[in-house]
């Protein structure tokens, strides 16, 4: 706690006081004492197993208890499960302390919603339908105070502006705890039924299951993050001059393929193809990567093998689908005369077209061994010149219409002044 500083202890110990005096009314409700001990109690068994197995959150019995208790009651919920350290050990007090007032805060905030909209009649009569808009309420409630609390923890720890630490906390939390919400709503409901709390318990048990499927999602997205950071690492290693280039080359891509209205699925593809374009570098000898000045037409050739060996390199990668042909295909040209197999026009993979325009933007906006940066305005306007030849017309102008309205925020960026005529690399031979 001595690392922590004073001002973020300052913010937990006055997030934690709101919480409290939202318990001074405790004793003027009347509190089902055997409910609340029971959802206390599978609220942290949901907790543990959650957090030990699938590392995430689990708010669907908090969410059923904001529809139970009395505001006051149902801002205990969360406490047993936060106070008490995972496994006899773990996250320091000060953070336990934090989690239980910040879950506290916004289960009083959700059940206070859902009371004064009339809900708690709404789940007692079993009127579903009408139980869903202020079953809502308290959801959007739960989701704003987690969200105003988070930003400002943020905000505090970081010394940012509390905009920059709201920005996109809401739209991230709110799909999944909308169902989670849900799920505590139908465990309201079926405990307030004639089956009781034993049918209310059933809902976990889809919940659970969904849980852990998406869990396993998130793994395989991490371990496909991982496979792909390790082989961008070992390029940038071994070709120190082009270091970032492959995720500048991403980035351009994404731009480009949200620009022609692609899917979210297929922007993604897009982005390991730029990012992994150039993964074929590994095996090319280090002394021609880094030599300054141009190549010999031996050496050229050597390295415009690049993209057949990363293409054999990533072939047994089956998550990376079409990428696998953008590596191999994004120095072909429209005309015909690129490499390796001399495809031309639409014989060439959409995603490797969209590559090639992202990976010569990137080559000429950036400094190298054997070229200076331009600016982004005169790299857009060699893409022009060269477009319909080189490359497809198509991925040129949506990449100008992304960065007239996004601009480019890259890591290396271009010199002010455009590089002297005589001093220019053709676009033909950069990037490598």
């Known amino acids: 706690m001595e690392a922590v500083p004073a001002r973020v202890r300052g913010f937990v110990a006055g997030v934690a006081l709101l919480a409290l005096l939202c318990l001074l009314a405790l004793p003027t409700v009347r509190t089902p004492w055997w409910a609340l001990g029971l959802l206390c109690v599978l609220h942290a068994a949901c907790e543990h197993v959650v957090r030990r197995r699938f590392g995430g959150t689990f708010h669907p019995v908090l969410l059923a208890g904001a529809f139970l208790l009395p505001p006051p009651a149902a801002a205990l919920v969360p406490l047993p499960a936060a106070l008490l350290p995972p496994d006899g050990h773990g996250s320091s007090p000060l953070r336990r302390v934090w989690r239980a007032a910040q879950l506290a805060l916004a289960v009083w905030g959700a059940a206070t919603v859902h009371w004064t909209l009339g809900g708690r009649n709404a789940v007692v009569a079993s009127d579903f339908p009408y139980a869903l808009l202020p079953a809502g309420a308290a959801v959007l409630a739960f989701c704003l105070i987690q969200t105003v609390l988070d930003g400002g923890i943020r905000a505090v720890a970081l010394g940012i502006p509390l905009r920059r630490a709201w920005r996109g906390l809401l739209c991230r939390s709110l799909a999944p705890v909308a169902v989670h919400g849900l799920a505590g709503l139908m465990m309201a409901v079926l405990w307030r039924s004639p089956y009781g709390p034993v049918a209310a318990l059933l809902v976990l048990l889809p919940m659970c299951v969904s849980g852990w499927i998406f869990a396993q999602y998130h793994r395989e997205r991490a371990a ?155 790299a857009v306007a060699e893409l022009e010149r060269c477009a319909g030849a080189q490359f497809d017309p198509r991925m040129v102008t949506a990449l100008a219409r992304a960065l007239g309205r996004h601009g480019w925020h890259a890591t290396v960026t271009a010199d002010e002044t455009p590089e002297p005529a005589e001093d220019r690399q053709p676009v033909t031979g950069a990037p490598r």
């Open 224 to 378: 496909h993050q991982a496979t792909i950071r390790a082989l961008v690492q070992a390029v940038d290693i071994k070709d120190g001059y082009t270091r970032g280039h492959s995720e500048r080359v991403g980035q351009a891509s994404v731009m480009i393929a949200r620009e022609l209205g692609m899917d979210d699925e297929r922007v993604e593809v897009l982005r390991f193809a730029g990012i992994l374009h150039d993964v074929g570098k590994l095996g090319v000898p280090t002394r021609l990567l880094r030599k300054d000045g141009p190549l010999t037409p031996e050496e050229r050739r050597i390295i415009e093998l690049h993209p057949e060996y990363g293409h054999e390199m990533v072939r047994g990668i089956s998550f990376l689908g079409e990428a696998r042909a953008a590596i191999l295909h994004h120095h072909e040209r429209l005309d015909g005369s690129g490499y390796p197999y001399g495809l031309a026009g639409t014989q060439i993979p959409e995603c490797a077209r969209v590559v090639a325009v992202a990976d010569a933007f990137d080559a000429m906006t950036s400094t190298r061994s054997y070229s200076r940066a331009r600016p982004v305005e005169a």
